[in-house]
């Protein structure tokens, strides 16, 4: 009787394994073989605490707003200085999560720094952007560094300016054009 050992990788939540399979073959009948037993073994290779947009929490516009009225979470807009300039929410603060350049948009490379330096890990921040997809990679970022309490708000800052919570002026004066946008919004 010959023995053959076939591991293949296997993940389950944060954790992977190997998952063994002993396989027992037959000296009379080498073609035959049959399966003594498949056992998901107990130890992990490695543990895998990566986050990804599926962890980002995300919440409405009107959800942000009863959360920022309650006064238990921060706006934290990550949009670019000029963007926030042109309008943005009260209380917020700005740490562009993106430059704009020559060559196109690059990340911010002190983005980081600059949340902690006005943030701690288990502050409950609110994280907006134009649209929603800068904000969503800065709340990927911001649960691999450590911070707790991260959520998008969906629609980003154009949403906030379309539900009418942005004040009396007119919604092209606040919002700035976004190719994930409608013209007409």
């Known amino acids: 009787m010959i ?6 990788p296997y993940s389950f939540k944060s954790y992977s394994y190997v998952l063994s399979s002993t396989f027992i073959i ?10 003594n037993k498949t056992s998901l073994q107990g130890f992990p290779m490695e543990k895998t605490n990566t986050k990804t947009f599926e962890d980002v929490e995300s919440v409405d516009v009107y959800t942000a707003k009863g959360l920022l009225t309650i006064g238990h979470h921060r706006y934290l807009d990550v949009r670019t200085n000029e963007e926030f300039a042109k309008s943005h929410f009260d209380d917020a603060l700005n740490i562009p999560y993106m430059f704009k350049t020559d060559e196109g948009r690059i990340v911010n490379p ?4 600059q949340v902690a330096s006005v943030c701690k890990k ?12 800068r904000a969503t990679r800065a709340c990927v970022d911001l649960l ?5 309490h991260v959520a998008n708000m969906e629609g980003g800052y154009s949403a906030w300016v379309d ?3 942005a004040g009396d002026k007119p919604a092209a004066e606040l919002k700035t054009a976004c190719k994930f946008r ?3 919004n």
């Open 163 to 165: 539900a009418g919570f």
């Open 26 to 35: 037959s000296e009379e009948d080498p073609h035959k073989r049959r399966s």
């Open 144 to 148: 691999n560094a450590g911070y707790e």
């Open 182 to 184: 409608p013209k007409d």
């Open 3 to 8: 023995k053959l050992y076939n591991f293949k």
């Open 122 to 133: 288990d502050d409950n921040l609110i994280v907006a952007c134009n649209s929603g997809g």
């Open 110 to 113: 002190d983005f980081l720094p």
